[in-house]
């Protein structure tokens, strides 16, 4: 089985990048960063802070009120765990959970790296499909009902790689299906903090599901890909057995990051950034819609997210996205991610155009790329 990969081509050092959702880093808070850091080197001592724990508890604490405030959650700290992105979280869970031959039901399609993961793990994949409303859950209602499904694997906010947010409706039905047949449960917090429209649904983990939901998540959507800091909320008896487990991969964390974090969290820096940044990526996304309108519309489909930083971009099958890429890669344009119009999701003819890192001019220039290759390579 092939292993993720995350270009087409090399990248020209001069090329505009179009990522699948990254973060704009040069609006980080880097004052208030550094002055944090700076007050935690000064207290660490190698005998102390640096030599003994896993974890921060001040982070925990901290991110604890944080998810509690922002997502509904009703947690208390010795459910919250600490990891190196979402990613390990994502990880340490399913393979606490899974064994080889388990069902897994996912979205089609679905992140690509949960997928491999779940393959890599040995699993049996089942794929529901996703519309607008998210995941379609009467057909999850029947396949739940006639197999023995170890694990549901969910993105309901801002789903990967499609950007729709699930219905209330169906959310409401999944709780139900979860109560009804009792299937451990991954939700993936992916792209939550960034709203555009105020959106009231709130995690599934913030409803009743009698303990089968583990929520994880990350901080690397908010601070960016340098901040590694993930998180997992779950029954306590799991998480013990989750760091029984992260041992053998990584035995600390990030210290010093998880104590600045911390400080950024308790004097609202955080949520003033997130607000800040809000308002940033809503005014980017607002643009690239009016360009797509205004130069590809004849050429693609897509859906305005109501927020996240990415827009799901899906080509009329009669424009091949491997060519357009290839053209777009040797005129200063790199499409960094393959994963949907090549491989086993060749079919999609898609991809995720991450418009939060680019400023307005490079969303022109990105867009006029892509509108010449197709004028190149289908011409009239």
């Known amino acids: 089985m092939a292993i993720v990969q995350f270009s087409l081509a090399p990248e020209a050092n001069n090329n505009i990048i179009i990522n699948d959702g990254a973060p704009d880093t040069t609006l980080l808070p880097y004052r208030s960063l550094t002055k944090e850091y700076r007050k935690v080197l000064d207290r660490v001592t190698v005998n102390t802070d640096l030599d003994s724990k896993i974890e921060s508890p001040n982070l925990r604490a901290s991110l604890r009120d944080f998810l509690n405030q922002t997502r509904g959650i009703d947690f208390g700290i010795e459910n919250l765990f600490l990891t190196r992105g979402g990613q390990m979280a994502l990880y340490l869970a399913a393979a606490l959970i899974l064994k080889p031959g388990d069902q897994v039901v996912v979205t089609a399609p679905c992140y690509i790296a949960a997928e491999t993961l779940f393959e890599k793990l040995g699993c ?21 009902e006639n197999n023995d499904v170890k694990l549901l694997y969910i993105i309901p906010h801002h789903h990967h790689p499609t950007t729709v947010t699930m219905s209330k409706e169906r959310r409401e039905h999944i709780l139900e299906l979860i109560a009804r047949y009792g299937p451990a449960v991954i939700e993936d917090d992916y792209d939550y903090d960034f709203q555009f429209n105020y959106d009231p649904y709130l995690p599934l983990a913030s409803g009743e599901h009698g303990g089968n939901v583990i929520y994880i998540g990350s901080l690397t959507k908010v601070l960016g890909t340098p901040f590694r800091i993930g998180y997992m909320i779950a029954s306590k008896n799991f998480l013990e057995a989750a760091a029984k487990l992260r041992v053998l991969i990584d035995i600390r964390g990030d210290m010093i990051s998880e104590k600045a974090v911390a400080a950024m969290i308790d004097s609202g820096d955080l949520v003033r950034h997130i607000q800040k940044t809000n308002k940033v990526y809503a005014k980017r996304c607002d643009l690239l819609c009016t360009l797509l309108d205004k130069e590809l519309k004849e050429y693609i489909h897509y859906q305005k997210p109501s927020g996240g930083l990415a827009i799901w971009i899906t080509f009329k099958q009669e424009y091949e996205l491997p060519k357009i890429a290839r053209y777009a890669q040797d005129h200063g344009l790199s499409i960094k991610s393959n994963f949907y119009f090549t491989g086993r999701y060749a079919h999609l003819n898609a991809f995720r155009f991450g418009f939060a890192s680019m400023n307005e001019a490079k969303l022109k220039t990105a867009v006029n790329v892509l509108k010449q290759a197709i004028v190149h390579l289908y011409p009239q």
């Open 124 to 144: 049996q994949i089942i794929r529901i499909p996703v519309d607008q409303y998210g995941m379609q859950t009467d057909i999850l209602a029947d396949v739940l």
